[in-house]
T-cell receptor
Framework: DTGVSQNPRHKITKRGQNVTFRCDPISEHNRLYWYRQTLGQGPEFLTYFQNEAQLEKSRLLSDRFSAERPKGSFSTLEIQRTEQGDSAMYLC????????????FGPGTRLTVT | GQQLNQSPQSMFIQEGEDVSMNCTSSSIFNTWLWYKQDPGEGPVLLIALYKAGELTSNGRLTAQFGITRKDSFLNISASIPSDVGIYFCAGQVYGGSQGNLIFGKGTKLSVKP
């Protein structure tokens, strides 16, 4: 399968713990995006990378959130000191250079903070 | 911020029926996309539209980029059970940053009991 992959698929954590998610984009895609989706809503943009450069961050991305893409391939999203309001599906997407709007999504990581 | 209003919020389909849904905004959009999402999965890209008035098909699906650039429409012809799911419109607003897609809240398609 050559689609976007995300790990883990599900994560349950206690409030206050740190969590990290990984995204592996489609191999020839140089742009990588993170979105958050809560129940009954569409995905909301968090941040995106072009190669290893983080080009934009949403106001939704509080200082407890950090994303990296050190070698321009896979990316990680870390949430520190999780809160119950962080419970959501975290989606990763990637796109080809020159086709930045055609974003292909992974299956997501479902985070539950207890 | 910009909002996309999807209509209807939900609808029931019977196999063989045609389905229509739309997405509107008060802002002008450069690009419109339609995605389908199944429970527990990520959205799957169905159709991308780039020009006002553009009409694009993907099998039984047809989508149009409204001429005002503030709306888009998706039609599904001769629906089948696997069409059930949530359909999202998404777009890149004129003057907005590249890569930041704005999504609607979705139209949920279910099978008629």
């Amino acid at each position: 399968d050559t689609g976007v992959s995300q790990n883990p698929r599900h994560k349950i954590t206690k409030r206050g713990q740190n969590v990290t998610f990984r995204c592996d984009p489609i191999s020839e895609h140089n742009r990588l995006y993170w979105y958050r989706q809560t129940l009954g809503q569409g995905p909301e943009f968090l941040t995106y990378f072009q190669n290893e450069a983080q080009l934009e961050k949403s106001r939704l991305l509080s200082d407890r959130f950090s994303a990296e893409r050190p070698k321009g391939s896979f990316s990680t999203l870390e949430i520190q000191r999780t809160e119950q309001g962080d419970s959501a599906m975290y989606l990763c997407a990637s796109s080809l250079p020159g086709q930045v709007y055609e974003q292909y999504f992974g299956p997501g990581t479902r985070l539950t903070v207890t | 911020g910009q909002q996309l209003n999807q209509s209807p919020q939900s609808m029931f389909i019977q196999e063989g029926e045609d389905v229509s849904m739309n997405c509107t905004s008060s802002s002008i959009f450069n690009t419109w996309l339609w995605y389908k999402q199944d429970p527990g999965e990520g959205p799957v890209l169905l159709i991308a539209l780039y020009k006002a008035g553009e009409l694009t098909s993907n099998g039984r699906l047809t989508a149009q980029f409204g001429i005002t650039r503030k709306d888009s429409f998706l039609n599904i012809s001769a629906s089948i059970p696997s069409d059930v799911g949530i359909y999202f419109c998404a777009g890149q607003v004129y003057g907005g940053s590249q890569g930041n897609l704005i999504f609607g809240k979705g139209t949920k398609l279910s099978v008629k009991p």
